[in-house]
């Protein structure tokens, strides 16, 4: 066909040129951003997900960074705590010389009483300036904040994690479903046997008193009375862990002999080690299984009263908001996702689980962390630090009374001339164990958050930002080599096009040579 108004081979070399043309620009942009895709029109598919990957990865990316944030608040927070573990330590070796008081002249156990002041006096000052990019780490402002705490029947609450999902405040209930017990041996004093003796010892006997601290033998006499017995029982409960009480307060009710402490570590053991005299009515009784004493303190008659010479006591049993607490003493603790509390009851209310339960509320407080990509509660972590001040750790029953550290210091009742002239530091020793327990088990808390909380989702975030990244890239990155070698055919269609689209244009000139 010889035509020259259409060009039909001219026009199909454009096509052709301007399609080998728009693959080497694509060619050209891949190579240049190392993207295959660069916008939507290159994969639309490939491109929602890429930036669906894209978002999770730079989520995950500040998940990482939360996680080591709050390792350095922790490892921060721990190193604080060893300086107080230390100065509580150093406070212990000072109690104890000063305890000596048949080498230690008044001057000394004062020098020592200076130091131990001081180092109170610095535990405090640790708990106040402990800070991190000024957040106050031992002050108490990463506690939770209470309301409602009745102190007749919960003396100290520490509440260790508690989540706030849909929820301003957390409604707390405790309720005791098993009292806690002392180990307790009882002994008659009806003695109508032999009149005009209730509430005496019939025949001298020597008695072995074992108990958590050690061992005694107590000789007694004949028609020594039990007032006298429970003195004597009484002034050595120190070094045996067993006290005694007359039964209702009434010798001829009986005598009770009973572990000084509460728990299933508190025990009482009495035994005779003489041959008994026939009819002497030194027999000792405890309740079967250890059933609850009874309200009125009197024994005999109990169907559950059998004839023994060790009890062992019993930890407090509560339910705390529906879940079973694990009780030491007359402690209850939880430890669940959405909860964590440890609490000291009283005895009064450890004691009778007939009372009604004791409410209280979290009204807020403690530490969030966000450890995870997407903002749930399923990723995100609740802990609450307490205060270590001296006036806020070893809060320990004395007497009934809840005393602290700062009871340590001069001029205070657990102060070291105070133990001295009473020639007691148990209650010294207690509050100062109990310290050193505290700032022990908050240092051990903080490292298992680090340890298997955070190290561990770091790990896991570390590993799925990677296997992410990996799989973003294998959906939006450009393969060089296979784009290199497309960018060839390319450029090689392009030149060719070029010289056919010059041959189509020169094929219409030939038509001249028809008109001669």
């Not at 100062?432 to 240092?443: M, P």
């Amino acid at each position: 066909m010889t035509r020259i108004n259409t060009n039909v081979s001219s026009m199909i070399a454009q096509q052709r040129l301007n399609r080998s043309g728009n693959d080497l620009q694509v060619r050209l942009e891949r190579l240049s951003t190392g993207l295959r895709i660069n916008r939507g029109k290159d994969d639309p598919a490939g491109l929602i997900i890429s930036e669906r990957l894209g978002s999770d990865i730079n989520n995950i990316e500040q998940a990482i960074k939360n996680g080591e944030r709050a390792s350095a608040v922790i490892s921060t927070t721990e190193g604080a705590l060893t300086e107080i573990t230390d100065l509580l330590n150093s406070i212990k070796s000072l109690a104890v010389e000063a305890a000596n008081t048949g080498a230690l002249s008044a001057e000394e156990r004062e020098a020592n009483q200076l130091q131990i002041d001081s180092a109170i006096q610095s535990i405090t000052r640790i708990s106040n300036t402990a800070t991190f990019g000024g957040l106050k780490l031992l002050d108490g402002s990463l506690d939770y904040t209470t309301s409602g705490i009745t102190g007749t029947e919960i003396s100290n609450a520490n509440i260790t994690g508690a989540s706030f999902v849909n929820a301003s405040s957390i409604n707390v209930d405790v309720d005791v479903i098993s009292s806690a017990q002392k180990g307790a041996l009882y002994l008659s004093g009806d003695n109508s046997g032999v009149p005009g003796t209730n509430g005496e010892i019939l025949s001298s006997t020597t008695i072995q008193i074992r108990g958590p601290e050690g061992v005694r033998e107590i000789v007694l006499t004949s028609g020594q009375t039990f007032a006298s017995v429970v003195d004597l029982v009484n002034s050595q409960t120190e070094l045996t862990g067993v006290e005694a009480a007359l039964v209702n307060g009434n010798a001829a009710s009986g005598l009770v002999f009973r572990s000084a402490d509460y728990g299933s570590g508190a025990f009482v053991s009495v035994e005779r080690l003489d041959a008994p005299d026939t009819g002497d009515n030194f027999n000792l009784f405890k309740l079967d299984g250890n059933a609850p004493v009874p309200a009125n303190g009197v024994p005999w008659g109990d169907p559950a009263l059998v004839a023994g010479n060790r009890d062992d006591g019993a930890d407090v049993s509560a339910l705390i908001n529906g879940i079973l607490a694990t009780g030491d003493g007359l402690e209850v603790s939880i430890n669940s996702p959405s909860l964590g509390m440890e609490l000291l009851l009283s005895e009064s209310f450890a004691t009778d689980p007939s009372a009604a339960a004791s409410t209280f509320d979290i009204t807020g407080g403690g530490s969030l962390f966000q450890l995870g990509p997407d903002i749930t509660p399923l990723q995100q972590t609740n802990i609450g630090v307490h205060s270590t001040s001296a006036e806020s750790l070893g809060g320990t029953l004395v007497d009934g009374d809840l005393q602290f550290l700062s009871s340590l210091a001069k001029g205070k009742d657990n102060s070291l001339d105070s133990a001295a002239d009473r020639r007691d530091f148990s209650a010294l020793e207690d509050i100062l164990n109990t310290a050193i327990d505290e700032v022990s088990i908050l240092r051990g808390r903080l490292g298992a958050f680090e340890r298997n909380v955070l190290d561990t989702s770091k790990r896991s975030l570390q590993t799925t930002f990677e296997n992410l990244t990996a799989s973003r890239s294998i959906i939006r990155d450009a393969d060089f080599a296979k784009e290199s070698s497309a960018l060839t055919r390319a450029q090689i269609l392009q030149s060719a096009g070029t010289s056919v689209l010059a041959l189509a244009n020169q094929q219409s000139q030939q038509v001249l040579q028809l008109l001669g």
